[in-house]
């Protein structure tokens, strides 16, 4: 009991249910509103009732903090419009793997550093890249994106971006609107990148396949045929000759689980029947023609020396 013996019964047990719900940390806000003074807080974290965890932040009882507990501290600690961000948010939303201590913390107020917890400061965040995750004010996942991009290995960055397809939670608008208010931060020209292969791409299906083989004709490779029939299948493009196809996909067209079942078989069947099939995707075209041609070259010749 943390006030006055008439006071304390009604008072701890709406501190114990706030407690509850805020994985055992509170502010001294949240105690300043819940009825208590300045005197009682000190006599109570004197006495080990309360335990300070950060300027303003206590946990209730014990220290035995959760991870969670962690971040909300954090956050609490962070002042007001506090969000847990970077690391630790994409922890808090299932993103990645990695721990969320030290725990990140942005606001638009500037604070220091401290042992635990890694302030960072931010004007230009507004409703859209607030959220809530099991109960802990949190940067959304796009802004948490792009906090991040600058930080980590362009692999993580794509493998984040997946998790959160696979999560149901990946809002392509919502990225676009947080690269368009933020175009100057570190992290804009990485997540651009790592999103390219969600926008729709550039070319139609039959406009991919002539600018593929205005590609193969530039770099003066052997002529495929369009179209052909083998083994049971059409092919979008095929070197006779080489006994080596080329299938352009776009997602769009490609992109559910029974094409999917249907990709890898209709593949299994043109290796049974002595073809070899590589598959390019519309968007690594657009990405990166010359590199794909490259590749296609030496792939071409490779499959020509084992046709001798």
């Known amino acids: 009991r943390l006030g006055m013996r008439d006071e304390a ?21 949240q ?15 004197a006495e080990g009732r309360l335990h300070q965890l950060h300027h303003g932040v206590y946990a209730v009882g014990h220290t035995d903090l959760s991870l969670h507990s962690e971040c909300l501290a954090g956050v609490l600690g962070g002042g007001p419009g506090a969000l847990l961000s970077h690391y630790s948010a994409a922890w808090l939303l299932g993103l990645l793997r990695t721990s969320p201590v030290p725990v990140h913390v942005t606001g638009p107020v500037p604070r220091r550093h401290r042992s635990s917890i890694r302030q960072h400061r931010s004007r230009t965040l507004i409703d859209e890249d607030r959220g809530t995750e099991k ?14 991009a600058p930080h980590v290995r362009f692999q993580t960055l794509q493998r984040l971006l997946k998790r959160s397809e696979e999560l149901e939670v990946f809002d392509l608008p919502a990225f676009e609107s947080v690269l368009a208010r933020n175009k100057g931060h570190r992290g804009a020209r990485p997540l651009r990148r ?16 002539e600018y593929f083989l205005d590609l193969v004709e530039r770099a003066g490779l052997p002529r495929p045929v369009s ?7 059409e092919l ?17 067209t490609h992109g559910t689980r029974q094409s999917f079942e249907d990709d890898r078989l209709r593949d299994e069947d043109l290796t049974l029947a002595g073809i070899e099939v590589r598959r390019v995707t519309g968007h690594r075209l657009e990405r990166e023609p010359e590199r794909v041609i490259d590749r296609l070259a030496q792939l071409l010749a490779r499959a020509a020396a084992g046709a001798r």
């Open 9 to 29: 019964q009604p008072r701890g047990q709406d501190l114990a249910a706030l407690a509850k719900r805020q994985y055992g940390v509170v502010s001294i806000r």
């Open 236 to 252: 979008d493009v095929y070197w006779p000759d080489h006994r080596f196809a080329v299938e352009l996909d776009v997602f769009e």
């Open 227 to 233: 179209n052909y029939n083998v083994a049971g299948h």
């Open 31 to 45: 105690l300043k509103r819940l009825g208590y003074s300045k005197q009682s807080v000190s006599r109570a974290t």
């Open 135 to 148: 109960g802990i004010p949190v940067t959304s996942v796009a802004r948490t994106a792009l906090d991040l």
């Open 194 to 209: 790592a999103l390219a292969t969600y926008r729709p791409p550039r070319f139609t299906r039959s406009g991919l396949e």
